[in-house]
């Protein structure tokens, strides 16, 4: 189960970092990723990281402004995301595939997160 938080409310230029718990015993096993879904559009990728924290990947959109990374001792993913533009407001997702890779590939996540909004108001 995947529970995610810390999205929010924020002006353009500032900073979020959301969070993702993760509950059970082998989520250090698993790659992660976050994803998010704007009003009326997709849901699209944002940026994964391999199981064991050393190799990340993001989207053209985002890559230079956020940073995803994780702590298995505290079985949790973080987004930090700054210099905020209002077209990053959208729903966030975490996700988990069983892979143990990093991947921008939707269908290879098993495991979804509830999302937390995220508003970047200019």
């Known amino acids: 189960q995947l529970q995610a938080s810390g999205g929010g409310l924020v002006q353009a230029g500032g900073s979020l970092r959301p969070s993702c718990a993760a509950s059970?015993?082998?989520?250090?096993?698993?790659?992660m990723g976050w994803f998010r879904q704007a009003p009326g559009k997709e849901r699209e990728f944002v940026a994964t990281?391999?199981?064991?924290?050393?190799?990340?990947m993001y989207a053209d959109s985002v890559k230079g402004r956020f940073t995803i990374s994780r702590d298995n001792a505290k079985n949790t993913v973080y987004l930090q995301m700054n210099s905020l533009k209002p077209v990053d407001t959208a729903v966030y997702y975490c996700a988990a595939n069983p892979t143990g890779w990093p991947t921008q590939a939707i269908h290879q996540y098993h495991y979804w997160g509830q999302g937390t909004q995220v508003t970047v108001s200019s």
């Open positions: 059970g015993r082998t989520f250090s096993r698993y790659g």
């Open positions: 990281i391999i199981w064991s924290g050393g190799s990340t």
